[in-house]
């Protein structure tokens, strides 16, 4: 059940990432809240259920067309896994962690994807893409996960813990 529900929440953050969040920018980015929700669910469930939403929030991501089908899918899927595997070494801090994950993360994504979608070929300056792309969107996006996180905590509490 709560795959179900993760997998509405991940429909709904879609649908808010391509409409809403798409008007509300922080210096010229907007924030990518399918990667922060894979974030957060692989803290909060581990590595296989980030992984099985890290691959869901990529095919979406492939479908709404940003970028070459598939890069999107892969990269989130290993973000999901590999946050669950490494989430479980940290004291669960909820806010600060979810920052740092995210942030960790969307860096990650952001030098990976521009490496392979435009430096190998000889477009665009790393500098540039640094400094207006990367780091406002890792910013951006690790707020908006702090908050992520928090609700995924409380619907978690309200609907999914089973009574001793």
Excluded at 9 to 30: E, N, P, S
Excluded at 66 to 81: E, K, Q
Excluded at 96 to 124: E, L, R
Aim: glycine share 10%.
């Amino acid at each position: 059940m709560r795959g179900v529900t993760n997998s509405i929440i991940a429909i709904l953050l879609c649908a808010l990432q391509t409409t809403v969040f798409d008007k509300i920018d922080f210096f010229g980015t907007r924030p990518n809240l399918l990667l922060a929700f894979t974030v957060c669910v692989a803290l909060l469930y581990g590595s296989v259920e980030g992984g099985g939403i890290g691959l869901l929030c990529g095919v979406m991501t492939d479908v709404m067309g940003y970028g070459a089908f598939g890069i999107n899918s892969l990269m989130l899927m290993y973000i999901g896994i590999g946050v669950g595997l490494v989430s479980k070494r940290f004291y669960r801090i909820e806010g600060i962690v979810a920052f740092a994950f995210s942030f960790a993360s969307t860096f990650t994504y952001g030098i990976v994807y521009f490496f392979f979608a435009f430096f190998i070929w000889g477009n665009g300056s790393m500098w540039f893409a640094f400094s207006r792309r990367i780091l406002p969107e890792s910013i951006y996006t690790s707020f908006m996960a702090v908050l992520l996180v928090i609700m995924l905590k409380h619907i978690n509490n309200r609907f999914f813990v089973r009574e001793a």
